[in-house]
């Protein structure tokens, strides 16, 4: 299939119904949603959304990577709309050179020094052999945040997007949000990260104004819904039920910078590149029950819409949602679960708030696979309430509120403070100063 195969088996968890959390308050969740909206709505769009997958994961067994595009950053800076349409319905992509590769290359070298002159103190996960950093203010990390054209695509990306309260785009701003950043050895499994949607669970459907972003779809019309409306989601709280995996902010899309090579089989990523309908499909599935002959899972007609099963699939209120093939069938999750390109040292891949993504297993590469987390976070109260908290932290040195439990960077050896933010004043302020 296309440029890249995709793995013959499940590697993950399967999530099924005697595992879940099944809490009363779910029933009342699904009722308020069938009765503000209709259960004929709901049943048009499960109908319309299912049928829409059987040509979107025949593409993705057909090509595969190919399905993500890549961009020259100077390319994405000046998209066509025709681009910028492909862009937004497959709702993910790479940006070649984002940043010089022999500036991630040194980012790459300033970093593993970073590491053995810190050695013992800088903690990560999973706790038996940290893959994934717990630091957030080191040299590179800063600087690949506010590097000049780290931002102009972070400001590309947001003006995807539109907010009916804000027709100025002044959200088009980026901010920049302190995540980790991974070094993965090649040799190991890993299953930490499983196939998976950021941004809440369970508050999709329970928070009111998170519920309003998709409310085209709870009303019967699924291929009118925009995922790239700011309107209601720039409000819509990710930790709505709080827990240590949930965000405090709103980020449009995520993404990592590459700070060395890595091909698809060398701990890549995984993407389901149908952001409109995967995610459609993901809200309606616990509105409706499987029927009772196995043989007829696959087709749409013969699930009946089921209001009395307090069962959200891959749903536990403080983590964020997760996905297997069996409770997600229509989805094809074995098949349509393409590995993005080769990346090289300073390109980006970027994923909607909204998509299915998965850091694959195996690592059957060389050499240690490393990336900066970053986000495209826009202006808005939510993150600027935010941001203002996580300047506090990182004047401080310590980890942000969303990754409590690092250690005091400050005190380790070769901290940067704020010699490390680059772009001028734009940088200063995505970092927090003048909000």
Same mark, same amino acid.
């Given at each position: 299939?296309?440029?890249?195969?995709?793995?013959?088996?499940?590697?993950?968890?399967?999530?099924?119904?005697?595992?879940?959390?099944?809490?009363?308050?779910?029933? %009342?969740?699904?009722?308020?949603?069938?009765?503000?909206?209709?259960?004929?709505?709901?049943?048009?769009?499960?109908?319309?959304?299912?049928?829409?997958?059987?040509?979107?994961?025949?593409?993705?067994?057909?090509?595969?990577?190919?399905?993500?595009?890549?961009?020259?950053?100077?390319?994405?800076?000046?998209? %066509?709309?025709?681009?910028?349409?492909?862009?937004?319905?497959?709702?993910?992509?790479?940006?070649?050179?984002?940043?010089?590769?022999?500036?991630?290359?040194?980012?790459?070298?300033?970093?593993?020094?970073?590491?053995?002159?810190?050695?013992?103190?800088?903690?990560?996960?999973?706790?038996?052999?940290?893959?994934?950093?717990?630091?957030?203010?080191?040299?590179?990390?800063?600087?690949?945040?506010?590097?000049?054209?780290?931002?102009?695509?972070?400001?590309?990306?947001?003006?995807?997007?539109?907010?009916?309260?804000?027709?100025?785009? %002044?959200?088009?701003?980026?901010?920049?949000?302190?995540?980790?950043?991974?070094?993965?050895?090649?040799?190991?499994?890993?299953?930490?990260? +499983?196939?998976?949607?950021?941004?809440?669970?369970? #508050?999709?459907?329970?928070?009111?104004?998170?519920?309003?972003?998709?409310?085209?779809?709870?009303?019967?019309?699924?291929?009118?819904?925009?995922?790239?409306?700011?309107?209601?989601?720039?409000?819509?709280?990710?930790?709505?039920?709080?827990?240590?995996?949930?965000?405090?902010?709103?980020?449009?899309?995520?993404?990592?910078?590459?700070?060395?090579?890595?091909?698809?089989?060398? +701990?890549?990523?995984?993407?389901?590149?149908?952001?409109?309908?995967?995610?459609?499909?993901?809200?309606?599935?616990?509105?409706?029950?499987?029927?009772?002959?196995?043989?007829?899972?696959?087709?749409?007609?013969?699930?009946?819409?089921?209001?009395?099963?307090?069962?959200?699939?891959?749903?536990?209120?403080?983590?964020?949602?997760?996905?297997?093939?069996?409770?997600?069938?229509?989805?094809?999750?074995?098949? #349509?679960?393409?590995?993005?390109?080769?990346?090289?040292?300073?390109?980006?891949?970027?994923?909607?708030?909204?998509?299915?993504?998965?850091?694959?297993?195996?690592?059957?590469?060389?050499?240690?696979? #490393?990336?900066?987390?970053?986000?495209?976070?826009? %202006?808005?109260?939510?993150?600027?309430?935010?941001?203002?908290?996580?300047?506090?932290?990182?004047?401080? +040195?310590?980890?942000?509120?969303?990754?409590?439990?690092?250690?005091?960077?400050?005190?380790?050896?070769?901290?940067?403070?704020?010699?490390?933010?680059?772009? +001028?004043?734009?940088?200063?302020?995505?970092?927090?100063?003048?909000?």
């Amino acid at each position: 299939m296309g440029s890249y195969g995709l793995p013959s088996e499940w590697e993950w968890p399967e999530y099924r119904r005697e595992d879940a959390e099944l809490d009363l308050e779910n029933i %009342t969740i699904k009722r308020s949603i069938a009765a503000r909206y209709g259960e004929d709505g709901l049943r048009r769009s499960w109908i319309t959304v299912c049928k829409e997958l059987e040509e979107s994961s025949r593409q993705m067994r057909d090509e595969g990577s190919n399905l993500i595009k890549e961009f020259s950053w100077e390319e994405f800076l000046a998209l %066509t709309d025709t681009d910028k349409e492909q862009i937004k319905r497959k709702g993910c992509f790479v940006v070649r050179d984002t940043v010089p590769k022999d500036t991630a290359n040194a980012w790459f070298d300033d970093i593993k020094t970073y590491l053995r002159e810190n050695e013992g103190v800088i903690t990560g996960w999973p706790k038996e052999q940290p893959y994934i950093l717990q630091l957030y203010w080191s040299r590179p990390q800063l600087e690949c945040r506010t590097h000049p054209r780290t931002m102009a695509v972070q400001r590309a990306i947001l003006n995807l997007f539109h907010d009916d309260e804000d027709p100025q785009k %002044t959200f088009a701003a980026p901010l920049a949000y302190a995540d980790a950043m991974r070094i993965r050895p090649p040799g190991k499994p890993f299953h930490g990260l +499983g196939p998976h949607i950021d941004a809440g669970s369970l #508050c999709r459907w329970a928070d009111p104004e998170y519920c309003m972003v998709y409310d085209k779809i709870w009303a019967g019309k699924p291929e009118e819904f925009d995922p790239y409306d700011l309107t209601h989601r720039k409000r819509a709280n990710p930790s709505y039920y709080p827990g240590a995996a949930q965000s405090h902010v709103v980020r449009a899309f995520q993404g990592w910078t590459a700070l060395s090579p890595a091909s698809p089989h060398e +701990g890549s990523l995984q993407l389901f590149p149908d952001l409109k309908y995967g995610i459609a499909y993901v809200l309606l599935r616990p509105f409706f029950q499987p029927p009772e002959n196995p043989a007829d899972i696959m087709d749409a007609e013969k699930w009946t819409l089921n209001l009395d099963d307090a069962w959200f699939p891959g749903v536990w209120r403080h983590t964020p949602q997760v996905l297997s093939p069996d409770a997600f069938p229509h989805l094809r999750l074995k098949e #349509c679960l393409p590995y993005i390109p080769r990346m090289e040292p300073g390109d980006t891949v970027w994923w909607h708030m909204d998509m299915c993504h998965a850091v694959e297993v195996e690592h059957n590469g060389t050499q240690d696979a #490393c990336v900066v987390y970053s986000a495209a976070t826009p %202006t808005c109260e939510m993150n600027i309430n935010y941001m203002k908290g996580q300047l506090k932290d990182f004047l401080n +040195g310590v980890s942000p509120e969303d990754f409590r439990g690092g250690c005091y960077e400050k005190g380790l050896k070769g901290f940067p403070g704020e010699s490390a933010i680059l772009n +001028g004043e734009a940088g200063r302020k995505a970092v927090g100063f003048g909000l």
